[in-house]
Every structure is written in C-alpha cells, then in structure tokens.
C-alpha cells in the first residue's frame, strides 16, 4: 500500500497528463506504471524526474540494455523491491538473455560479498587505482 | 589502515603464494592489490574468494567491461570507497571512455534518486512486472 | 509475518502493560502499534526504547512535525517499511500538508542522487566545511 | 582522492563555467564546491543536477533550514562522507542552533536503532497507518 | 513473487538434483527452501553458493549458533527479509533461547543507533584501535 | 574530522565528568575513545548512550565476545569505519583468535553475497521460517 493514492487518467491534472501522454510516446505503450501514478500527486516533481530519466535512459554511449543492468545493480544493494522488479522486467524486454541474467546476479553477488569483507577489514586503496 | 597488516610475498605462506601466483598469471600482472594482501590472513578464505571472483569475472555472456561497470554500481550504493577506486580504475583499463563514465554516473545518481522515491511513497510493484 | 507473535493486552506482563499504559498516556490514544507489542517479548528492551524514544520525540528546539520528517528521511534511507508507513502517518497527524510532502519527497530523492553521484567520484570533503 | 581531477575555472569549458555563475550568484559567494568541480566533467550531467537542486533546495513549503536537516538525515542513513560534512556546515550556516543539532543527531539515532529492531522482528505495518 | 520462478525436483536438471541432494544430506532434512530452488536456474551459481556456504556455515572455531547470529545481524542491516526470517528460524533450532534472542535484538539496535550517531559526527577513529 | 570538537577533561560540565567517570570505573581503564568526546556535546544524549550501552553490552545470556562479533557485523553492513575498528579491537581484547575473525569475515561475506542475490531474485519467504 503506498503513503499516497495512485493517480488514474480520469483524476489527473492537465499537467499531469502532459507528462502521461508523453512516457506514453517515448515508450510506445499505452501502460503508465504505479511509480508515475504515485509521483503524480507532486507535478513539479513528476515532471522533473520524468524528464531526466528520459534523458539519462535514452540513446547514448552505453547501450540502454547495460543502463538497465546498471539500475537493477543499484537497486539491488539499496533493497528496492519496485525497481528490482520493473528493471529486470525492462532489461527482459530489451534482450536480456537468462544467461546473461544469470552473469548480472553473479557479480551483483560478488561485489556484495567483497565490499563486505574489504569494508570489514578496512584495506586502504592501492595507490595505483588513484587517478 | 586495516585491521589486519598485509602480507608481503616474503611473509606468505607456500598456499598463499599460489593464490597469488595465479593472480599473477590470470591479469598479466605482477601487481596483487591491498584486498588479496588482507584476505591472505586466511588461506582458505583467499583461495576460495579468488576461484570465484576469476570465474565471475572472466569471459562470459557479458563484456567484461560491463561487469566492471556492474562492479561500481554496487559499490556505490553499498558507499564502498576501496572496490569504487579499483573497479572504476579496471573499467578504464578495459576501455571505459569518460563520455561513458558519465552515463555510469547519471544512471547510477537516477536510479538512486528513484529508489529513494518509490520507497518513500512504497509504491506496490505492478502485476506487469511480475514473472 | 513477524519472527515474535505479537502480544495482546491480555498477553502482556504487568511490567509491558506498565509501558503501554505510559504510551496510552503521552499520545493520548489507547491505539498501541504493533512494534511495541513485538518488543514487548524483551520487557527491558520495550521499557528503554520507549522511555529514550518519548524522550527524543517530545518537545524541544526542533518542531515535532521536523522530527517526523527527520524519521521519515532516515526510514527510507535505510528502506524500512514499518516506519516509513508509521512516521508518514504520524507526520499527517502533526500537520504534514500534501505540499510540505511532496518537498520532502523532492529533498529524499535529491539527496539520494548526491549521495550517489559523490560517492561514485569519491570526491574530497572541502576544508571549508570541516570545523 | 576523486576518481576524476576537479576542474579549476581555468580548465572550465563556457558551459560548465555558466552553472558555475549561476551557482555564485544563487548562493551569494565566489566559492564552488568540490562536488561541482568533480561533475564538472560531464556538463550536461552538472547542468541537470545543479538546475534541480537549486529548485528543491529553494524557497518553498518547508524552511529551508529543515531541508538542510532533511538531506544530512540521509546521508548518514547512507554513510555518505561528503554531505553529511557539507549540509552540516550549510544547516549551521542557516542558523541552526548547537541544541537543535543535538537533536537532530537524537532523532537519528533514535531512528536508526528502532529502523533495525522493527526489521529484525519483521513487524507488520499497522493497518491504522495506510492511506 | 520471484524474478524467476521456482525450480521444483521434477523441472531440475540432473546438475541441479546433485546439489540439492548434498543440501538434503547435509541438512538431514528433504526440504529445499526457495533460495535454492530460485538460484538454480543457474546450475554454476547454484554450485558454487551452495559449496562456500556449506564450508563457511560448517563446523569450524566458532559455535553454529554464533554463526547464525551474525548472518541475522548482517541481514538485518542490509534489510534482507528473506535471511532474516531464515537465519532467525535456523538459530532457533541451533537453540537459541528467547533471551539471547532479546540480546542479538538489543546489540543490534544499540550498533544501528551507534553507528549513526557517529556517522553523522565523522568522529576521527582512535589511534589505539588501529592495528 | 568530526563536525564537532572533541571534548577533553579540562573542558567537560561536571555532568559529562560524571559519565566520563563511569566508562572508566565499568571498562577498567582510563582512555575514554572518540565518540564519548564527541557526543559529550549533548550531555542528556551521552548520558543515555552510554546507560544503554552499558546495560546492552554487559553481562547477559551472549558470551560478551559474541555481542562484540555482532557489533562488527551490523557495523560492517552499514559501512561505519569507527565501529569497525573500535569493535575489532574489542572483539580481539576479549579473546576472539585470528582463525575465528577468519570466520567471522567469511560469514559476514556469506551473508552479504546471498542477501544480494536472494534480493535480486526477490525470492518469497518460505512458509515454514514464519513463526
């Protein structure tokens, strides 16, 4: 259950639509999902996130299936439950093959357990890595 | 400084100088980091920490330098300064272009910002998402 | 599912019900939440944290809607649900409007970002800012 | 040591050295942050973050010093070095006051312990605080 | 609801059977729980998981129960629901009383609340604890 | 640095001296580390602390060598370098050998690879760890 409603088309503002109509077009579906309905009760906020992400997740250097893996890496080692699942859905629908899903959560399960035990024995960085 | 003192080549024991010597070998590299040094306070840990770390990291379905990028993300969010130097420092050395360092930042800054949102307002995850 | 059953009134010792008495008495409800009954099955750890707890809540320098905020922004930090939804709620009943909401949703989630973003760059402190 | 140098205003392209202006004249001094001159090198990445902290972080709903107190609760939820030194020294800038950062530290303590007690007992949230 | 679904005893591969065998000799129980039965759509991670944690968890210098308690801590601050409830029902059957259970409670607390309180005030730490 | 000075005896309220006095009288020694000098700032937050701190850490149904292991658990999760420390050093003046911290350091590894890896999978709890 959120701390706020989800906001359906039929009570959002003109505002609010605006931004809905346009996740729509960027993404090619008509499906607006519950982070967006939620964030809707803040315009300015909506607006503003929508629009860096459409920024950050779009065409650029990396390609966008890597940014989806990117995101559920972060998600993960924060604990969020809603970006886990609509990432690993994203990154399915982008061409993640079970294979390379399989790869993603062995490093993420690498990296977890190495940042443990380097935090835990509080190893000073190499020089060398410093730029 | 650590919580344990690193062991240098004269200080390892017979066991620790083969995990080493395979460090060696497998990067193409005299340099063993502060991590390997630490660790082979305990042999079994050491030996067994690399086995899956050089199997996790190797060749697979995934470019190595996206593990590497992987590799940070996690390490930001877990705030781990010691795996953040090094594993950035890997990814330049496999190629990672600062135009591109930039897109690992801007994801890595969104998806932190959205996790803190969607957590705050704990938006249910949608059905759609869902396997 | 809790790992503790929750302790009813009936339940309960003589030394919980004097802390949920207490509880009834400073909030001025005789609603008593489901953390206090799961912590009831360690009546010393129940009496202490209540006791610092009123004590930290309760009036001071800082507004108590502040201290709420202050709750909410810790809770989601750290992704824990319970107080999440206890301490939004509890920020609506001091006064919280639906703008004030939204600003501290906005601030979150650009701390979160920041956080990300300067801990990836493991940028240094600037002696300015140092004491 | 960041993992990119900080770029000086000598080294600033026309793009960067414009945040750069506006981040003066927002905050009435000469002085740029270390935060800014490590983003620095991805301009659109500085631009984008600098035009939405500076609307957040504005004048609004809450006092501004309140958001100061908002985004050090996160970064110490986060353990985040950097911030958690800099909104300090902003939110004393702002006038907050040795007692009222007594209890700012109280409340976060406060609710870091009772954030792990609750997660260590899996408590349900309450139905009384859903919307 | 699972990012994969679960793997049962009739859909496993001979590879997975083999694992889940040791874990039911090992274990001296028929019961898989659905950690591994997630994991082993990825016979390797399954293997290797299984492996380390076989040895790590296994008789050694420190008592078994012990060795679930420090998993229910880290699991707590990672905000891990699924270890929590795991390692908490595995150190009862170690024999954990209720009282040393209301003990890891209360270390637990008082190290998240601790930890926070000296984040937030970056205390330099003592040259005496140094090694 | 710390965002507060560090209070020494000659600059300590006789309210503080009194606390000061009995962290002396209960560890045996006259060192009194960091954190105490730092929250010496608020004396009702020292004071408290330290009560609670003391009864939690005292004797108890935990071996005081197990509370120790568990404090450096939980702080090695959070990423607080001070606990890490302080709480090693304990742990070892308390006894704990070099081949158990071997343990304690796998199992902290252990538990943060496979909450990493079940959290990505987003496995359900089994039904049979509830209570």
């Known amino acids: ?27 090619g579906t008509d499906f607006i999902n519950n982070f967006w309905r939620a964030l809707a009760h803040d315009p300015a906020l909506l607006a503003a996130t929508w629009a860096r992400l459409k920024d950050v997740m779009g065409p ?4 966008p299936l890597v940014k989806e893996m990117l995101y559920i890496a972060v998600s993960v080692a924060n604990g969020c439950e809603y970006y886990i699942h609509s990432h690993t859905a994203a990154a399915r629908a982008k061409g993640m093959s079970e294979a390379q ?9 690498m990296a977890m357990q190495t940042n443990g035990l380097v935090t835990a024995m509080q190893v000073p960085v190499d020089e060398v890595f410093e730029v």
């Open 101 to 109: 899903y399989g790869e993603v959560l062995s490093v993420i399960g």
């Open 60 to 63: 650029g250097e990396l390609d």
């Open 1 to 27: 259950m959120a701390t706020l409603p989800l906001i359906s088309d039929e009570e959002a503002s003109a505002e609010v639509l605006a931004v809905f109509d346009d996740i729509r077009a960027v993404r």
